[in-house]
């Protein structure tokens, strides 16, 4: 069994097409064909059923494809570890981040070291849900906020702080709470991968719980953001979203004499898998990028 079979196989169900399986291989049509050909007649199996119209994995290719595509990965794994002990950084680097910290500041800090590094292949999937490392296939995710998930093994990037905030026109009209029994009722802007309509706070070592309002629940930092400045509610938001807004005014912070918790930004990688040069050559690029406190809080 040639990897190249493998490989010419595993790109033809992820690309949908032998054509377009061509053109990621850089060979001919024909060749495609001829490699699937020779894995079948090796494996004794059919693995795609093709018409003029549509490419159909069988339930052998279903079978085959799980253990396909992880032999693709541990091969490009042996060569991107051979590669770092001759300190060469090169080969894939899966990652997942959110939405609105991967626009606004991982992908500026990525940039450069890509630039510095062009031999690594880096996948970043940028998704607000609480992705599954190990069975989404990420060498990585980055997380920010508390990670519940026992079998991720965390290391810290940055702090993130969190304020209320709310445009000047909402508390035109609905008043500036000074005190979370004041907070109580105010229209809120949540985030539902945090889950109820409330906010958290610590004074004192206490966790002190404020049920606001039902107003408008989000699943991205960036439209939590715009809805505040759009005057229909108060918002907890971290301060790597909002810094600009609070900076130009359109945005002001409220007070209500305790804090939000402090939260860390965090790179984590499955337990029990060993993390790769490149990706703890990119954890400290990226803690040096932030800064310490980061830059999102400097001013």
Same mark, same amino acid.
């Given at each position: 069994?040639? =990897?190249?079979?493998i ?5 033809? %169900? ?28 090796? =494996?004794g199996?059919?693995?795609? +059923? @093709? ?11 279903k079978?085959? =494809?799980? @253990? ?8 490009? &794994?042996a060569?991107?570890?051979l ?5 060469? #950084? ?40 609480r ?31 969190r304020?209320? %905030?709310?445009?000047?026109?909402y508390?035109? +009209? ?5 005190s ?9 802007i949540?985030y ?25 629940? #989000? ?5 939590? @953001? ?9 918002a907890?938001?971290?301060t790597?979203?909002?810094? &600009? ?54 001013t």
């Amino acid at each position: 069994m040639k =990897l190249e079979g493998i490989a010419t196989f595993v790109s033809v %169900v992820e690309s949908g097409s032998l054509s377009e399986a061509a053109r990621r291989l850089r060979v001919s049509r024909s060749v495609v064909s001829e490699r699937l050909m020779e894995l079948e007649r090796t =494996l004794g199996a059919s693995l795609l +059923q @093709r018409t003029t119209r549509k490419l159909t994995v069988t339930e052998d290719g279903k079978a085959f =494809l799980a @253990r396909a595509i992880r032999i693709m990965r541990e091969v490009e &794994d042996a060569t991107a570890d051979l590669a770092e002990r001759r300190e060469s #950084l090169r080969g894939p680097l899966r990652i997942s981040a959110p939405v609105t910290f991967g626009r606004m500041h991982l992908g500026p800090a990525l940039y450069p070291f890509l630039d510095r590094h062009p031999e690594i292949r880096l996948t970043l999937d940028l998704d607000d849900r609480r992705v599954d490392a190990s069975a989404d296939g990420f060498d990585a995710v980055i997380r920010h906020g508390p990670i519940p998930d026992s079998y991720l093994v965390a290391w810290r990037l940055a702090t993130s702080r969190r304020v209320l %905030v709310a445009a000047p026109s909402y508390v035109a +009209q609905f008043g500036l709470p000074t005190s979370p029994a004041e907070l109580e009722g105010h229209r809120g802007i949540f985030y539902m991968n945090r889950g109820g309509a409330d906010w958290r706070f610590v004074q004192q070592g206490r966790t002190t719980v404020v049920h606001g309002r039902f107003g408008l629940v #989000l699943n991205n930092g960036d439209m939590m @953001r715009d809805a505040a400045i759009a005057g229909l509610g108060i918002a907890l938001l971290p301060t790597f979203i909002v810094g &600009d807004a609070l900076r130009s005014g359109v945005l002001i912070p409220i007070d209500i004499g305790i804090e939000a918790e402090t939260e860390f930004i965090y790179i984590a990688h499955p337990d029990g898998q060993h993390p790769s040069t490149k990706l703890r050559v990119l954890a400290d690029w990226l803690r040096e990028a932030f800064g310490s406190p980061p830059y999102w809080d400097a001013t």
